[in-house]
């Protein structure tokens, strides 16, 4: 799969583990109460299935998980009617094998969803035709059905309560992904006020300084050649700092909208990355073994080729160099950006991620300013965090910090 899976967050796997603490509670009083022996291995035989939901789910099967336990608990209720009687085991396992159906398939609107849903009326109709006519096989005491009948009520109320907390939980998480999606939208929406700003202000000061120039140059007819070549290298540069501005504005607000995320080959992309990028021969790279990223390819281009250009684009040295490598904690993994270049003192660290910022005048002919802040939104994004720790004339360390289920190695 392509997605974040954990097996113990599903529904299924919660209800799959919720039926076997009730067997296991079943047989022991089964066996204090004298349940005939073929219950036993029934109880067996649904413990079993269990078993190979939870297998299924480890695999990353859920959908296969969904459709092997709901065919299983129809086909229990089903046999379980000629079995043990039709008034002991028809209403207390259809009702909750239909409410499982609505459980598992919550979200998807498909044809597989409405098919398990509806499932249980033709096994009530077969059981209300056929079944409940056939002998009943195992021939129990009124009395320990009895007993049996109200054990089965007490465990279908605790099931009944089980869904009831699965659905409130689910509420819940859906109440607390759309506050996460209004304060996206309140987000929007301030980047689109600064945004506003940036065009109105940050462009317009090179722009009229462009304009003023070209008319000095038309209009001036006392400028010598070296003074106009002077003025149109001024242009020319100043053009190309308004074209950067744009591309890095335009960067960021690409940040903003939310990209699919898959596992990504960590590896693979700062390869592709190093054999665009035109770099300094003196300039060193050396890359540790990496793990696959669960991020949007867009995501993680963006950021490796930020940290990349940075190292490279603020190292003063001889000879440069970068060391890309990995670390994790209890909690956290680490994508780690370690270089030898100018380094940064206590003010410039505060302000590194701010727009617009330059840290050192090497930089300012090409450089918009920006990409440590559209690394740091593109980190945020994903729930992430970075970690910054420089000192001047030494170099610089940056740590892209995601939970380590983000991360993952894989066998070649």
């Not at 079995?83 to 459980?103: K, R």
């Not at 700003?197 to 000061?205: A, I």
Request: aromatic fraction near 12%; charged fraction near 20%; glycine fraction near 4%.
């Amino acid at each position: 799969m392509d997605n974040l899976f954990d097996p113990k967050s599903t529904v299924v796997y919660k209800i799959a583990i919720l039926t076997c603490i009730l067997l296991v509670l079943q047989t022991i009083i089964g066996l204090f109460l004298g349940y005939p022996p073929l219950i036993f291995a029934y109880f067996a035989f649904v413990f079993a299935t269990m078993g190979i939901v939870t297998l299924l789910l480890k695999r990353q099967k859920e959908t296969s998980a969904k459709i092997f336990f709901l065919s299983s608990a129809y086909f229990n209720i089903f046999l379980l009617t000629p079995i043990f009687g039709y008034e002991l085991n028809t209403h207390l396992s259809l009702i909750p094998g239909v409410g499982m159906a609505l459980i598992f398939f919550d979200k998807e609107i498909g044809n597989r969803k409405w098919f398990f849903v509806f499932a249980g009326f033709p096994v009530w109709l077969a059981i209300e035709i056929w079944a409940k006519k056939w002998p009943v096989v195992v021939n129990i005491s009124p009395t320990i059905q009895e007993q049996m009948g109200l054990v089965n009520i007490a465990f279908t109320m605790i099931t009944s309560f089980f869904m009831y907390y699965v659905f409130t939980q689910r509420s819940n998480k859906q109440l607390a992904e759309i506050r996460e999606e209004r304060k996206h939208a309140e987000n929007s929406v301030n980047r689109l006020t600064q945004f506003s700003y940036v065009l109105t202000h940050d462009l317009k000061s090179p722009l009229a300084t462009i304009s003023s120039m070209t008319d000095l140059v038309s209009n001036d007819d006392s400028l010598s050649k070296a003074e106009i070549d002077e003025l149109l290298f001024l242009l020319n540069k100043k053009a190309q700092s308004s074209a950067r501005l744009i591309e890095g504005i335009t960067e960021y607000f690409k940040t903003t909208q939310k990209q699919e995320p898959q596992w990504e080959n960590t590896e693979s992309i700062i390869s592709e990355i190093l054999s665009l990028l035109t770099l300094n021969p003196n300039f060193n790279i050396k890359i540790d073994t990496l793990p696959e990223i669960f991020l949007s390819q867009i995501a993680i281009r963006q950021l490796a080729q930020n940290m990349i250009t940075n190292a490279h684009k603020y190292n003063d040295k001889e000879i440069g160099e970068l060391h890309i490598f990995y670390t994790e904690d209890a909690e956290y993994g680490r994508l780690c950006f370690k270089d030898n270049g100018v380094g940064m003192n206590k003010r410039q660290q505060k302000k590194a991620f701010e727009l617009y910022t330059l840290f050192h005048k090497m930089a300012e002919s090409q450089s918009s300013g920006m990409g440590l802040a559209i690394a740091k939104e593109l980190v945020e994004s994903n729930d992430g965090f970075i970690e910054l720790s420089s000192e001047v004339g030494v170099g610089t360390q940056f740590n892209l910090c995601f939970s380590k289920k983000k991360f993952r190695f894989t066998k070649n």
